[in-house]
C-alpha cells in the first residue's frame, strides 16, 4: 500500500463526482503534476453521495439525435418510438430560475447551463456510461414513449456506475486516492495567506495507528460534501425539526470542511443556507445513513400519481403542482413540517401499475393494502395513522372534487395535463384522478436529506473560493460540488447537482492544474 505523499501539486478533498471530475480535469490539464485525492470515509463508503444518487445529468440538448451517441441502452428501432422534445439553454435556465424564486447566482446558473452539454460529452470520453433514462423519465402513452420534465439522461448502474467509471477514469489518468484520510487544518503562507498545506490525520488500515501529517500543496479542490448528515449542524442551520430528518446517503457528509474553511480563511459564505434537497422517504429507513444496497429505492416519488396525507388524515400539498423531477427535491421539507413528521401516500388500481418498481415493490417498502379504504385506513392505523376517520373522508372529499372530468380521455402523466381538482382548500392541479378503485394501495414516508444549499463564494469561471475578510480569492484554494452556495435555493431542478459537480469540477481542475503549473515553473 502505497503512503500519503509529503508534497502533492493539488490535493482534492472528497471522492464524490465533483472531487473525480475536478482531479481528472487537473491531471488532464497538465499531466506532469500530481494530483491526490483524500477522502475521510473508508474505500468501502467510496464515492460520497454520488453513489447513492440515480446518476442523472441535466442538460441542454437538440432532441434525440444530439442524445444517442453517447448512451448504450436504445437501438434505431427503440429510437423510432420516442418522443424527445428539445431542451435548450433557455430552457434549462428558466428551470433554474422558476425552482429557485429568480435566487439562482446569475453568473453561476449561466456557467452551469452554457456548460452543461461539454461536461456530459467529456464524461462519456472518459469513459462514463451513460444511458436513457426510461425507468425515471419517460412514461409509455399510446405506443410511444414520451420523455418529460427536462431530463433524460443517467449513467449505467446509477451512481454506483458513475463512481466506478470516475474511479476507473481517474487512477487512469495517474491521479492516487487515499481514503480514511481526513483534513483537519488549511495551511496558509503568512505573507501571501496562499493555502500552501493540509493537515491530515490519515489511518492506517494495516496498524489501525492514526498519523496527523502536513501534505504540502500548490493547490487545494474542497470536494467534502454539505452538512446534511450531521443532525446539529442541520438543526442549527436548517432550523427547528430538521435534526429528525433521515439521511439518504453517506454518513461522512458533516459540515466540517464548510467550518475549516471558514476558519482557517475567512472562506465567504454564499447561497440557501437555510435550504436543502429532501425528499419523500421511507418511513422504515435508517436513519443516520443510506444503505449501499438499497440506495436510491428508498426514494418514493409517485405521489403525482396519488395523493399524500398526513399523520391526521388531511392532505397538505398539491401532489401535482409540477412535473415530478421538479418537485422532488423540496416535497420532503412539506412531510418533515407535518405532525410526527410522516405522511401516507395512497393510490387505487387505476395508478398502481404506473409506480416504478424499484421504489415500490414488496421487497423495498412495506405495502399497506386494502379492498375498501376503510380497511386501508384501519392497517394505516396500525403503523402511525392518527385519525383513521378523516383519512377516509379526506379521499372521498377528494373523489368529489375530481367528479364529472373524462378521467381517461384527458390523464397522461407525461405532459401536465390540467386534470385538477375543483373546490378544495389544497387543490391537486395536474393528473387529479379519483382514488375509488379497489384494491388501494398506502405506503408510509418521511423526508430524506440529500443536500444541502449552502456552501461557500466563489469565482464562478475557476471555482476560486472568496474570503470574507478582502473579497478576493484565496490563493490556491477552489470549492465543487455541495459545498460551492449559490446555485439552488429552496428547490432545484432534478440531475443538475450532478451536472454542476463536473461543470464546476473542470473548471476548478483546470484553474488549479494553471496555478500549479506556474508555481513549479
Keep these: 500500500i502505497m503512503p500519503l505523499p509529503q508534497k502533492t501539486d493539488i490535493l482534492v478533498i472528497g471522492s464524490g463526482n465533483a472531487g473525480l471530475s475536478a482531479a481528472l480535469s487537473a491531471a488532464q490539464t497538465n499531466p506532469t503534476l500530481r494530483v491526490t485525492v483524500i477522502d475521510k470515509s473508508p474505500v468501502s463508503w467510496a464515492g460520497g453521495n454520488t453513489y447513492f444518487t440515480a446518476g442523472a445529468f441535466r442538460t441542454s440538448h437538440n432532441g434525440l439525435h444530439d442524445l444517442l451517441p453517447l448512451v448504450n441502452n436504445t437501438d434505431a ?182 467550518r475549516i474553511a471558514q476558519r482557517d480563511v475567512s472562506a465567504k459564505t454564499a447561497g440557501n443556507w437555510s435550504g436543502c434537497h429532501c425528499v419523500a422517504w421511507d418511513a422504515n429507513a435508517p436513519a443516520d445513513s443510506g444503505n449501499r444496497e438499497v440506495s436510491n429505492e428508498f426514494t418514493k416519488s409517485g405521489y403525482p400519481l396519488g395523493i399524500m396525507v398526513n399523520r391526521d388524515g388531511e392532505r397538505f400539498v398539491d401532489e401535482g403542482f409540477d412535473m415530478r423531477n421538479y418537485t422532488y427535491a423540496m416535497v420532503g421539507r412539506r412531510v418533515l413540517q407535518q405532525p410526527g413528521q410522516i405522511a401516507f401516500q395512497v393510490w387505487d388500481a387505476r395508478t398502481v401499475a404506473w409506480l416504478r418498481e424499484e421504489e415500490y415493490r414488496a421487497e423495498v417498502v412495506r405495502r399497506i393494502e386494502g379492498e375498501s379504504l376503510e380497511e386501508l385506513a384501519e392497517k394505516c392505523a396500525e403503523v402511525g395513522l392518527a385519525d383513521p376517520g378523516r383519512f377516509v373522508e379526506s379521499i372521498k372529499e377528494y373523489n368529489a372534487s375530481v367528479e364529472g372530468v373524462d378521467v381517461q380521455k384527458r390523464w397522461d402523466p407525461a405532459v401536465k395535463d390540467g386534470l385538477a381538482t375543483k373546490g378544495l382548500a389544497v387543490p391537486k392541479s395536474n393528473w387529479a384522478l379519483p382514488i375509488d378503485k379497489p384494491p388501494f394501495l398506502a405506503v408510509k414516508v418521511t423526508a430524506g436529506i440529500t443536500f444541502t444549499f449552502g456552501g461557500l463564494a466563489v469565482n464562478p469561471e475557476t471555482a476560486a473560493v472568496i474570503s470574507e475578510t478582502t473579497s478576493d480569492e484565496v490563493p490556491g484554494l477552489y470549492c465543487v460540488g455541495e459545498m460551492l452556495g449559490g446555485i439552488f435555493y429552496d428547490n432545484y431542478p432534478g440531475g443538475s447537482g450532478l451536472t454542476s459537480g463536473t461543470v464546476f469540477g473542470r473548471r476548478a481542475g483546470r484553474a488549479a492544474a494553471e496555478r500549479a503549473g506556474r508555481v513549479e515553473d
Design 77 to 258: 428501432a427503440q429510437a423510432s418510438r420516442i418522443d424527445m422534445p428539445i431542451y435548450t439553454e433557455q430552457d434549462f435556465t428558466a428551470d433554474l430560475q422558476r425552482m429557485t424564486g429568480n435566487r439562482t447566482d446569475p453568473a453561476l446558473s449561466a456557467a452551469l447551463v452554457r456548460d452543461s452539454r461539454a461536461a456530459i460529452g467529456w464524461l462519456a470520453a472518459n469513459g462514463v456510461r451513460f444511458q436513457l433514462s426510461f425507468n425515471r423519465q419517460a412514461y409509455e402513452v399510446n405506443g410511444r414513449t414520451k420523455f418529460w420534465g427536462g431530463l433524460a439522461l443517467k449513467t449505467q448502474d446509477g451512481g454506483k456506475g458513475l463512481v466506478e467509471d470516475e474511479l476507473r477514469a481517474v487512477r487512469n489518468a495517474g491521479v492516487d486516492v487515499f481514503f480514511d484520510t481526513a483534513a483537519t487544518a488549511l495551511v496558509t503562507d503568512p505573507t501571501s495567506g496562499a493555502v500552501v498545506g493540509v493537515e491530515v490525520i490519515n489511518s492506517d488500515s494495516r496498524t489501525s495507528a492514526r498519523n496527523k501529517t502536513i501534505v504540502a500543496v500548490d493547490a487545494v479542490i474542497l470536494a467534502a460534501g454539505g452538512f446534511e448528515a450531521n443532525p446539529q449542524l442541520r438543526a442549527q442551520w436548517l432550523g427547528p425539526g430538521w435534526d429528525c430528518a433521515r439521511v439518504r446517503g453517506t454518513p461522512y457528509n458533516t459540515g466540517e470542511m464548510l
